[in-house]
T-cell receptor, first 111, second 113 residues
Framework: KQEVTQIPAALSVPEGENLVLNCSFTDSAIYNLQWFRQDPGKGLTSLLLIQSSQREQTSGRLNASLDKSSGRSTLYIAASQPGDSATYLCAVPGSQGNLIFGKGTKLSVKP | DTAVSQTPKYLVTQMGNDKSIKCEQNLGHDTMYWYKQDSKKFLKIMFSYNNKELIINETVPNRFSPKSPDKAHLNLHINSLELGDSAVYFC????????????FGPGTRLTVL
């Protein structure tokens, strides 16, 4: 049974720092991995989707990597800003297409 | 031009009542989902429909009944609401199972008193 784990559960950094969020999954037979952002009281915004054949994806200051064989993904945020404060979730598809989520990393970027 | 919309955004009701949450997507997707986010913020699948057919029905009380009148709509009806049903319910949609980005609605915060 696929399980997704995110470390750390919470992270507080000063503005301008580069940071890394970690995601691990137990079953490496995945089609893709998706990173989401959730702001308090809001829905989920898709940030990046990495297909199983890809090693990384970039969008602006965000870079996500995927190592299927080791069951790991990282989300790198460069030059963090207070507006990056949110909960970041990673998810992989289950056998029937539904997403299996980690519990998220709550990021706080202090001005 | 909202991609995935849900109504209502907030729902406050008494125990024992029956309520419905509606979801619509205008992306032309053929698969739609309901997820539940509990008080600890953990998101978990409840149901999935592909072309109006139920394909996932996780361990959810049968008080919860999804209905898909067409590909663009997936509604969630809940009977005999209980305190433990309080959560945020998210609708999502995608083109194909497993391989495509899922797009989420804004969520419906259900509070059962």
């Amino acid at each position: 049974k696929q399980e997704v784990t995110q470390i750390p559960a919470a992270l507080s950094v000063p503005e301008g720092e580069n940071l890394v969020l970690n995601c691990s999954f137990t079953d490496s037979a995945i089609y893709n991995l998706q990173w989401f952002r959730q702001d308090p009281g809001k829905g989920l915004t898709s940030l990046l989707l990495i297909q199983s054949s890809q090693r990384e994806q970039t969008s602006g200051r965000l870079n996500a990597s995927l190592d299927k064989s080791s069951g790991r993904s990282t989300l790198y945020i460069a030059a963090s800003q207070p507006g990056d404060s949110a909960t970041y979730l990673c998810a992989v598809p289950g056998s029937q297409g539904n997403l299996i989520f980690g519990k998220g990393t709550k990021l706080s970027v202090k001005p | 031009d909202t991609a995935v919309s849900q109504t209502p955004k907030y729902l406050v009701t008494q125990m024992g009542n029956d309520k419905s949450i509606k979801c619509e997507q205008n992306l032309g997707h053929d698969t739609m989902y309901w997820y539940k986010q509990d008080s600890k913020k953990f998101l978990k699948i409840m149901f999935s429909y592909n072309n109006k057919e139920l394909i996932i029905n996780e361990t959810v009380p049968n008080r919860f009944s999804p209905k898909s009148p067409d590909k663009a709509h997936l509604n969630l009806h809940i009977n005999s609401l209980e305190l433990g049903d309080s959560a945020v319910y998210f609708c999502a949609s995608s083109f194909a199972r497993s391989t495509d980005t899922q797009y989420f609605g804004p969520g419906t915060r259900l509070t059962v008193l």
